[in-house]
């Protein structure tokens, strides 16, 4: 069993990926060829935004959405210690500081009630992760911004596709940025990511930036960098688009299987438990993560019975060594305690009912003999 399975996707659309990839090796425009432009303009409709810039890849969208909003050495933003290394690298890559707000411990996503509090006059923006698949409190967070004049910049690499109130991930700020690495919702055969506003002065900073800040051929209105996505990574997106929706109702459905499946298992297990969607919102389980007690010896057993597992993430990022300094150690509790009991499990859209049975039988086995050996 794989932990994503990236090779049905291909198979079932192999005729029109191969078919994209061939129409840019025959034009040869491998650098802002028109797959691009369509690719944005395709994205941009989809997400209900009035731009999108396609970039080399997630993180290069945050870096140059923060270059965009003006970030720069001595500034703050506000984000959550529990995600990849990439939201706060952008950050610290920009001389700001990163500063860090704990979590909700249910959902694992940044706490809004806390976000006010890390306020300061150095703060230039809030950027929230749209942690497994689910956005994050948007709505509490914007009002956050709004009454302090900051922008907000969603970290959607995990959830590109999933809704809130009504609106896609992504479109529900300031500025929103994606990832099209291969295991994610919509995922590129290489790097990709790209960002979406409706603000035009941003989306025409974040074009010039991504070309090393040219308005124009060899004219440099800013700084910039080479982070263009390019051609044939976009006409493989392009190519993908059409069985998106279909994946992302998989996703849900598989995600609502894994819950009734795995219901009784939290009610007869301590320790044992299911992340929360809201009712305002839904998820596309970018990763299908479950809070497990005794992670190692429950990860074990299943690779014994074949079943791969993954951590996303093991350690906060303000008790990474890169992170860390200036930060209080204890001051993010329920990110400390997520860190030692998440355990993602398979999930992708052609994963099979027969392959989630196997998964959860096994995690039943492996929880019974934690219950056996205490």
């Known amino acids: 069993m794989q932990f994503i399975d990236l090779k049905t996707p ?30 944005e303009t395709a994205l941009a409709a989809f997400a209900g935004t009035k731009h ?23 500034d703050e933003v506000i984000t959550t210690p ?16 990163p500063v860090f707000v704990d979590i909700e411990p249910d959902t694992c996503n940044i706490d809004p009630r806390l976000v006010e509090a890390a306020i300061t006059p150095k703060t230039r923006a809030i950027m929230p992760v749209s942690l497994y698949g689910q956005v994050a409190d948007m709505a509490e967070i914007n ?19 999933a809704t809130y109130q009504g609106r896609r991930s992504g479109a529900t700020s300031t500025i929103g940025c994606t990832s099209f690495f291969p295991s994610k919702p919509l995922g590129c055969y290489g790097d990709g990511g790209a960002l979406f506003t409706d603000d035009d002065t941003l989306a025409q900073a974040a074009r010039e930036i991504r070309v090393h800040g040219q308005s124009a051929r060899y004219t440099h209105t ?27 109702a998989r996703r849900r459905e598989l995600g609502a299987r894994y819950r009734a499946l795995l219901t009784p298992l ?8 299911l992340l929360t969607v809201r009712p305002d919102r839904d998820c596309v389980w970018g990763q299908y993560t479950v809070f497990v007690p005794e992670r190692a010896k429950v990860q074990a057993a299943l690779q014994a019975a074949g079943i791969p597992t993954a951590v996303h993430y093991p350690k906060p990022l303000h008790h990474q060594a890169a992170y860390a300094a200036g930060c209080c150690p204890d001051c993010c509790p329920n990110s400390i305690a997520a860190a030692a009991r998440v355990m993602s499990l398979p999930m992708s859209p052609d994963l099979t009912e027969a392959d989630q049975d196997r998964v959860v039988a096994a995690l039943a086995q492996a929880l019974a003999g934690l219950a056996a050996s205490a």
């Open 10 to 39: 291909y198979a079932a659309l192999k005729t029109d990926i191969d078919a994209a990839i061939h129409r840019v090796l025959d034009h040869g425009q491998y650098i802002m060829g028109p797959e691009v432009k369509a690719l």
């Open 52 to 74: 999108c810039v396609t970039v080399a890849s997630g993180t290069e969208a945050l870096l140059i959405a923060l270059m965009a909003l003006g970030v720069k050495a001595g």
């Open 82 to 97: 529990f995600t990849f290394a990439a939201t706060a690298e952008v950050i610290a890559l920009l001389g700001a500081r």
């Open 143 to 161: 009002a956050i911004a709004a009454r302090h004049g900051l922008p907000v910049v969603e970290d959607a690499a995990q959830s590109f596709g």
């Open 222 to 248: 800013r700084v910039g960098v080479g982070g263009r996505m390019d051609t044939i990574q976009c006409a493989v997106v392009l190519a993908k688009l059409p069985r998106f929706e279909w994946e992302l």
């Open 266 to 273: 939290a009610a007869r297990h301590p320790g044992f438990g």
